[in-house]
């Protein structure tokens, strides 16, 4: 699709929300319903316990990943105008295009490159910046405590008697 065209700004709306809902919204859900359902097996060695977390988040990561490819080649190819024409009549018609469903016009491949970069760039942002920044409020707080309390204890130290009456 050329750039700017509403065809354009339509492919990239699409994969933003599904690379949103994909990578961050059902990654955390996974990530909460796998340690939720690892809790309840009642695991006594931590050993244990990774190992079917881990088996369970893989599955579920696998899911995930390709849920968009699922979606797209088995729900939107083949019905794209029932799929629209049920979001019309559920009041529900600004998440369809204005032009409506046209076969053949978004092409798999373009369906797929868009929420790849886009995942790719919130998988960056999750797993990668947010930490990071989080880390380093983290380190500024610590060290902001740290002042505060030198302060304080110079302040008022044992055997300080300034500002006291010796009396």
């Known amino acids: 699709a050329t750039v700017g065209t509403d ?3 339509y492919i990239l709306l699409q994969g933003i929300m599904m690379g949103l809902v994909l990578d961050v919204l059902q990654t955390a859900g996974f990530r909460k319903l796998t340690r939720w359902l690892t809790d309840l097996e009642g695991h006594y060695y931590l050993e244990d316990f990774n190992k079917f977390l881990i088996r369970k988040q893989f599955f579920f990561v696998w899911v995930n990943m390709f849920f968009w490819y699922l979606t797209i080649t ?3 190819v083949p019905y794209g105008p029932q799929i629209q024409s049920w979001l019309i009549d559920h ?3 600004f998440l369809t ?3 409506g469903f046209r076969p053949r016009k978004v092409e798999l491949d373009e369906a797929f490159v868009t929420p790849m970069l886009f995942t790719s ?3 960056f942002l999750v797993e990668t910046y947010v930490p990071s920044f989080l880390a380093r409020l983290r380190v500024a ?7 505060l309390r030198e302060r304080f204890f110079v302040l008022v130290s044992p055997g300080d008697t300034r500002g006291h009456d010796s009396n």
């Open 7 to 9: 065809r354009w700004v």
């Open 91 to 93: 009041h529900y018609g």
């Open 97 to 99: 295009p204005a032009w």
């Open 74 to 76: 088995f729900l939107y």
């Open 141 to 147: 707080a610590r060290e902001r405590e740290r002042r």
């Open 121 to 123: 760039f919130a998988n």
